[in-house]
């Protein structure tokens, strides 16, 4: 396990969001004016928890949502953002011919969309769970060496994966792959030595 404090945080409200759209891996997907009050929130959590500029290694999906909650919580930590590292591999889950449309047109159309407990069901051109899992983990072991604490921002199901993986959670019954609870968009915790802290619960949307 490292040895610094892992932060991973949820973005920000979208327009999809608000739209009732799946979004999945695209790109960019704007925050609305709720989705920068909650980064002011995760950003005012772990400025009173970790003070003014603190040793943070900055990590970040490739999104433009992702980065876009990044910039806001880099400002209220004071510091350089656009120091922060992406990675596609923490981008959020693919979905397929599912992406971009909305939830009623596909459950119009006897698409499963939600799992009991509030988690997206993957269409079957999709990413699989265990994609997921392994993409994050391979994140994870490429940067096993990073010294000290971290800031990750990501989305609703890829850090849920991510986090499952991080603190050993049950695999889900379905996916077969661990994924840990869900949380509200404009959330972070805090895993240290595989275990989690909430830091800050977000106002946004709880299902991911």
């Given at each position: 396990m490292r040895k610094g404090r892992d932060f991973i945080a949820r973005h920000g409200e979208t327009v999809f969001n608000v739209a009732r759209r799946l979004q999945?891996?695209?790109?960019?997907?704007?925050?609305?004016?709720?989705?920068f009050a909650q980064a002011d929130g995760m950003g005012r959590a772990l400025r009173a928890l970790l003070g003014v500029r603190p040793q943070l290694t900055l990590w970040a999906s490739n999104t433009g949502r992702a980065l876009q909650t990044l910039a806001v919580l880099a400002e209220h930590l004071e510091l350089d953002w656009h120091a922060a590292r992406q990675d596609s591999?923490?981008?959020?889950?693919?979905?397929?011919?599912?992406?971009?449309?909305?939830?009623?047109?596909?459950?119009?159309?006897?698409?499963?969309?939600?799992?009991?407990?509030?988690?997206?069901?993957?269409?079957p051109d999709g990413e699989p769970f265990a994609d997921i899992a392994a993409r994050v983990s391979a994140w994870l072991a490429d940067t096993d060496e990073d010294?000290?604490?971290?800031?990750?921002?990501?989305?609703g199901v890829s850090s849920r994966v991510l986090r499952g993986v991080m603190t050993g959670a049950d695999a889900h019954p379905e996916f077969a792959t661990p994924i840990a609870p869900g949380l509200?968009?404009?959330?972070?915790?805090?895993i240290e030595r595989g275990m989690e802290t909430v830091v800050h619960t977000g106002s946004g949307h709880a299902p991911a």
């Open positions: 999945g891996d695209h790109p960019h997907t704007p925050l609305t004016r709720a989705g591999r923490l981008t959020e889950i693919g979905m397929g011919s599912w992406g971009g449309r909305y939830y009623a047109d596909i459950i119009a159309e006897g698409g499963n969309v939600m799992v009991p407990g509030g988690l997206i069901r993957s269409p010294e000290g604490d971290r800031l990750v921002i990501m989305h509200p968009q404009g959330s972070v915790v805090m």
